[in-house]
């Protein structure tokens, strides 16, 4: 499994936010736990299903999405 195919957005769960693997913890519940300085030995404790590449996919997926960038393009 490739690492950003571990993120998926399904308008059915989670009403299409980035999640993991499909399961009901989004990318943003994931990071907010690692921005609040839990360790990922904590955060693999607390929630037994995720893997730690589920961890590095949220932190690749974030890191994509803020140097994604819009770009105008005038109507003609």
Request: proline share 5%; charged share 30%; net charge negative.
């Amino acid at each position: 499994m490739s690492t950003l195919s571990r993120i998926t957005l399904d308008p059915e769960v989670m009403g299409g936010k980035p999640c993991i693997r499909g399961l009901r913890l989004t990318v943003g519940t994931l990071l907010g736990l690692l921005a609040e300085g839990h360790s990922e030995e904590q955060i693999l404790k607390a929630y037994p299903y995720l893997e730690p590449e589920d961890i590095r996919a949220a932190l690749m997926y974030a890191t994509w999405r803020v140097e994604e960038r819009e770009v105008l393009v005038e109507a003609r």
